[in-house]
């Protein structure tokens, strides 16, 4: 599976952003995908999350109200729209395809990763 994610730049505090992540090699489908960021200095975070079916989505605590993921199994993408964008929402944003679990917190439990894209929010 090979996944690239788009969108990143630079947004002042209150703006938004919408990330993407294109993929490919594999039946998108079927893959459960989430959405991970790495601050400097920091470790990597979980953000958010969508099973296969689109049925379900997860949100960390600091996103939730804010961030939207959603997903075009047609198109093969998935998208993070946010909003109200912060200061610490800063960092490289990630997105992931898991094949065999649901909707996962753990970036132990994905199993391929795209380069990331960076995020800068300015005051």
């Known amino acids: 599976v090979h996944l690239v994610e788009s969108g990143g730049g630079l947004v002042q505090a209150g703006g938004s952003l919408t990330l993407s992540c294109a993929t490919s090699g594999r039946t998108f489908s079927r893959l459960s995908m989430g959405w991970f960021r790495q601050a400097p200095g920091k470790e990597q975070e979980f953000v958010a999350a969508?099973?296969?079916?689109?049925?379900?989505?997860y949100y960390a605590d600091s996103v939730k109200g804010r961030f939207t993921i959603s997903r075009d199994n047609d198109k093969n993408t998935m998208s993070l729209q946010m909003k109200s964008l912060r200061n610490d929402d800063t960092a490289v944003y990630y997105c992931?395809?898991?094949?065999?679990?649901?909707?996962?917190?753990?970036?132990?439990?994905?199993?391929?990763w795209g380069p990331g894209t960076q995020v800068t929010v300015s005051s």
């Open positions: 969508i099973t296969w079916s689109s049925g379900s989505t």
């Open positions: 992931a395809a898991s094949e065999w679990t649901y909707g996962s917190s753990r970036s132990a439990d994905y199993d391929y």
